[in-house]
């Protein structure tokens, strides 16, 4: 009943918030970064920072990255330069708030004024907050939300050394609490990197594991992006362009990790498809994603890319005509074939769940456990409905039932079995959905 009640205030209360929410950032001025593409284009970035006069530059990125030596040609070329830098490798997935708080402490320790983050989003997010919350003198917990810091953050650069979060060119960065398994979401405007690089030579070496997972990661971006109630003439350009980028080039980036040109059009498309969602936002793969993300750790793009065929496959009668132009763009029909949208639309969700399975990508997710999916769900609701423009607003229920699909194989059985044995005689069964 708890559940039911909430779903109806949801319906009935949220909408005209939303709308709201809608005029305002389709007018927000948000900037974009200035980007350097190409074989090369770190070191270039290197170079002009060194040119810029920063006092100290704090460099956040991995040990991973710092051990493999992608790092050092950049750092290589700031020093030569003659600019200081203090690298901070300390970063782990979803950027927990302890390393976030060491962090902050090593950017005021070493006197810096202005951060360059190298790596993937995980690094870039925590750079942002860093950045943030240094120049605020505030706790990471007290800028969760939209624009709560009063001062602008420093300078931040961004190289990204995955094709996927766009966090590079987004104005949010999400952090985790590994005290409450949840995700943080932090917004401001002033959180888009001044420039970005989108090197391909540092993506050459990215296991096929990862390339999947981030490559599905930015497809999600772009969808939602597009499929949601926030989008403009210029995101939609973006969310497109994105899709069929990614459609053309993945296949080959997964097959082929040191094709150049595939790497550098995954790395395009993935800051595409964040220039998009920034401004037109996410939506319900996004909202469970995070709560897997929390609970279980599940990498971000891992879970979206499970997560993104069920959404449409739940949510596809609403959004049809828009299912309908992205699988023009992703070329699911020749030019002379006459395919009416219904078709099309099909076509585009039986396309994605193609995809996953040409990247190895798992239909289920192996650490979801049926006792948590009630809690799960009602998350996942609570997230979308306070922030997202979805197309259309999922119940508990449905959630529920989606993320049933994905149990394990062995733990599906076993939850449904439980649930015949606790089903009442006689009692109508509940369609899917």
Known sequence: MANLISDMARAVGLPRLKRAAGVVTRRLPIPQPLLMVGPGASTRLAQALADFGHRRLLVVT????????????????????????????????????PVIEAGIARY?????????????????DAAKVIGLAAANGKHPRALVGYFKGLRAPPPLYAVPTTAGTGSEATVAAVISDPETHHKLVIADTRLVPRMAALDPCLM?????????????????????AYLGDWG?????????????????????????????????????????????????????VHAIAHQLGGRYGTPHGLANAVLLAPVLHWCGHAVQPRLATLAQRAGLARPDEAVGEAELARRFVASVEQMNQRIGIPGRLAELRAEDIPALAEAACAEADANYPVPVVMSTAACESLLLGLLPAEAEATAAKRARAAKPKGAATRPRG
């Open 232 to 284: 403009t003439p210029y995101t939609d350009r973006m969310a497109l362009a994105a899709v069929a980028m990614i459609y053309r080039h993945l296949p080959q980036a997964f097959a082929d990790g040191g094709d150049l040109a595939a790497r550098e059009q995954m790395a395009l498309a993935s800051t595409y498809a964040g220039l998009a969602f920034t401004r037109a936002n996410v939506g319900n």
């Open 62 to 97: 991995d040990a991973v990255i710092v051990k493999l030596g992608l790092l050092q040609p950049l750092t290589e070329t700031l020093t030569a330069a003659g600019a200081a830098f203090e690298v901070f490798d300390a970063i782990t997935a979803d950027a927990p708030l």
């Open 108 to 124: 005021e320790a070493a006197g810096c004024d202005a951060l360059l983050a190298f790596g993937g989003g995980s690094v870039m």
């Open 204 to 224: 050459t070496g990215l296991p096929a594991a990862i390339t999947a997972a981030t490559g599905m990661d930015a497809l999600t971006h772009a969808v939602e």
